[in-house]
């Protein structure tokens, strides 16, 4: 039987070493062709790397691929391409973590609900230990209002199948044609080019797009133009969507009712940032998807992803 030796650099702040390593044994008994290193560093990885079949990591620049030519794959629990670039050979498979979607949802709804109930105001009720009941007569249904949805891939998917219980109208949004099969929890599914006529409808206008060279800025103020001044603007993809400046100035200037914002042009966001200021804006620090179960969910995809490559 061939064995694979696999290189596990994926150190992180939500999960404890104790635990990685106990998932880490798991996947070995599960896959018995594979040897599982952990590594701690940059250099105890590219020590490792010349003998090194598997890569999991969180970041993998271009140039580390000429140091491991025995490499197959790698495999990172991001679902954003920025930290982990694709092999530029074309030989060694890439593989991104796909289960973000069903968790990104979730979070999307609460944004979304934060809004529509103005629950910011009933926060600022409880501090002030006042009694006010009639705003929540203003506050909005979902069930009556339109939802679109840039960047309809597996994650605004995914946004779409926990909205459209709730009864909104959904638009979908991406570069290529609908499909009747994959786009059955949208009401329509147009190209980018078509956007601005439903930005003039929407109530909700949600950012879930990669962060690559077609996207870049690709949100404008041309687009902020076209939302009606009562609806919201949500980024839960990457921030490079859309200028800072431009959101400020839509922001400042009312064209917006306000924005649930979970990633940045610049992360951490600076403390000089505008964005702080403004009570109609509620700031996630890149936390969409963490859950406690995220892990669990990504070493449940690899070992599906590694199976195919790994003999059992």
Known sequence: MRRFKLIADIDNDFTSAERMTARLKELARALPGLDVVEVHSAAERDRELPTAHLVVTWTFPAELY??????????????GRERVAADPSGKVRTFYGGFHGILMAETLLALILYFNRQLWRAVE???????ERAFFFEAPRLAREHVVIIGFGRIGRHCARVLKPLGPRITGVRRSAADPVLDRD???????????P???????VVCVLPSDTGTDRIFTRDHFRSMKKSAIFYNLGRGNCCAEDDLVWALESGTIKGAGLDVFEKEPLPASSRLWGFPNVLILPHASPLYPDFMDLFFEELRERLASIVPA
Request: zero cysteines.
């Open 198 to 204: 439903r930005l003039k409808a929407a109530d909700h």
């Open 66 to 79: 000429a140091k491991g030519p025995s490499l197959v794959a790698v495999l990172t629990p991001s679902a």
């Open 186 to 196: 949208a009401d329509e599914v147009v190209t980018f080019e078509e956007v601005l």
């Open 125 to 131: 009720n409880q501090r002030s230990r006042g009694w």
